[in-house]
């Protein structure tokens, strides 16, 4: 579930200051008025918290670092562990 930041039109807002966080499912309609105050609020995009953005393919030792079981493709339908 995605992050949303939300952005009054006008910051500080006396209620919601520079902006609130909101969870919210990927489907889910973005809010446009703050629920606190009433003010219109623009959605920034999506932060992930807990998931770094990955740009590349970990390495076998990053993934295992990570818990991951590495499985080498030794032939077609058999692996292997590394
Ligand atoms: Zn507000």
Not at 50 to 62: D, F, L, M
Request: glycine content about 8%.
């Amino acid at each position: 579930m995605p992050l949303y930041f939300y952005r009054p039109a006008k910051t500080p807002c006396r209620l919601c200051g520079q902006g609130f966080e909101r969870w919210e499912k990927a489907g889910d309609p973005r809010l446009t008025e703050c629920e606190k105050c009433g003010q219109a609020v623009s959605a920034q995009l999506p932060v992930s918290v807990h998931t770094p953005k990955q740009t590349r393919k970990p390495s076998v030792s990053e993934a295992k670092n990570a818990g991951f079981t590495v499985l080498k493709r030794i032939s077609s339908g058999e692996y292997e562990k590394q």
